[in-house]
């Protein structure tokens, strides 16, 4: 069975914390791979502010500082959440199937002279994972945007991280019960479907925005939602070709597979409008771009060029139906975050399977299909239970919901005191 190089590189992180005498030969560092790694942390960076540029534009105008907020809050709880313990039960050795503890990685305080078994600081590593477990919750955000609370908000993404993004990582990527067997490049299953999951079970249980669907809420800023795309286009390249945790060629087929399924599913949804609404929009071109980014994530490393375009291509697809039918149905996932980023997530994890490149996976379509399904209905499942009980606890602690006089005022005066656009006549 093929082993995933960033598994492989998880198992190693063992051996690297072990006495430097229990090594036949002390690990150096790799300065190439060092050199890409940093970058690719940065790049993964960069996709925060990407997103919340992303998610800024598209909501109203009097929420856009309150809504941008989000990300930048993950930023600073979960940054200081993964440093104290969520590297440790990630990425520490197994104590049961779902979650991992070592007493080295708390507070990163065992690992400053630590060289992993692929040569790269440790340090690096951790970061680099930091960085994921950071945008994961940010993207829930999106679902429920324009009428939460922001301490109810900070509470519920510090426990979620906790509660649900550190057991799904350590299950899949860390050495639980499915690591080595269900296939995760870069985080299908960890984080797109379990934000998506998420974001659709909060949009349900907290409601619509009020005056939903009937009054009119258009985008305050497409040019910016623009912007928030191109960047989070450029920060994927970290996203996915870092996840090879190497500099080399699986590294060149993640940064490539990328690279065309974001293509595909771009021109897939424009040639969607084009016939259906007789119109490309800027709306559609970015909502293409992502559907296309998060399909092929959980397959990066493992498909084939034409398997990434048709991922990109059915993402697309099954997206805009999946979006058309929150329509009809009247819930308000107000940015979509399970309908891109949770259909999409579903379609890259189990349509991988069909387009495996020779070697990839266990070896048998059959049991590869099996270890997928499990992935996915394991990373559904746990989020939507654990979710439900996190929104009720903060629901009835803290509080999430905004009252009905400070949404209408907005989340930037009644929240922050603030205004986005603060443009003042200087007459």
Not at 414 to 424: A, D, F, K, R, V
Request: some cysteine.
């Amino acid at each position: 069975m093929a082993i995933h190089n960033r598994t492989l590189a998880l198992v190693l992180l063992g051996a690297a914390a072990l006495p430097i005498s229990a090594h036949a030969q002390e690990p150096v560092v790799d300065t190439g791979i060092t050199a890409w790694m940093l970058t690719s942390t940065a790049l993964v960076l960069l996709m925060v502010p990407g997103l919340a540029m992303f998610y800024g534009g598209l909501v109203r105008t009097k929420n856009v500082l309150g809504t941008m907020m989000h990300s930048f809050a993950a930023m600073a709880i979960v940054g200081v959440l993964w440093m104290v313990c969520g590297y440790a039960l990630c990425f520490g050795p197994s104590v049961c199937p779902w979650t991992g503890w070592s007493w080295d990685y708390f507070f990163l305080r065992g690992i400053d002279q630590s060289i992993t078994e692929g040569g790269i600081p440790e340090y690096v590593f951790a970061m680099f994972q930091g960085k994921f477990a950071i945008i994961t919750p940010a993207l829930i955000a999106g679902a429920f945007a324009e009428r939460v609370r922001f301490r109810g908000y900070c509470l519920f993404i510090a426990l979620w991280s906790l509660l649900v993004y550190n057991p799904l990582c350590h299950i899949i990527w860390g050495g639980g019960w499915l690591t080595g067997k269900a296939i995760d490049f870069a985080g299908g299953t960890v984080i797109h479907i379990s934000a998506g999951v998420a974001g659709l079970v909060a949009a349900l249980y907290l409601g619509a925005r009020r005056g939903y669907p009937k009054t009119a809420m258009h985008p305050n800023n497409l040019v910016m939602t623009m912007m928030g795309a191109g960047l989070l286009w450029v920060g994927w390249f970290g996203f996915n070709a870092g996840s090879s945790v190497a500099s080399g060629l699986k590294t060149a087929q993640a940064l490539t597979m990328t690279q065309i399924a974001a293509a595909g599913g771009a021109l897939c949804w424009m040639v969607i409008e084009s016939l259906h609404l007789k119109k490309a929009t800027a709306l559609g071109m970015v909502s293409g771009i992502l559907a296309g980014l998060v399909a092929i994530t959980p397959a990066a490393g493992d498909v084939l060029p034409m398997g990434a375009l048709l991922l990109g291509f059915v993402a697309s697809v099954v997206c805009y139906l999946a979006i058309q039918m929150k329509n009809r149905l009247g819930y308000d996932d107000s940015l979509d975050v399970f309908g891109i980023h949770g259909v999409a997530g579903i379609v890259g994890a189990i349509g991988l399977v069909f387009f495996l490149r020779p070697g990839a996976g266990t070896g048998a379509f059959g049991s590869q299909m099996g270890h997928q399904v499990e992935g996915v209905l394991i990373s559904m499942g746990y989020s939507a239970v654990a979710t439900i009980l996190l929104l009720v606890l903060v629901e009835k602690t803290l509080g999430l919901r905004m009252s009905e006089e400070s949404e209408m005022a907005g989340m930037d005066h009644s929240l922050h005191g603030e205004t986005g656009y603060g443009l003042i006549n200087p007459n």
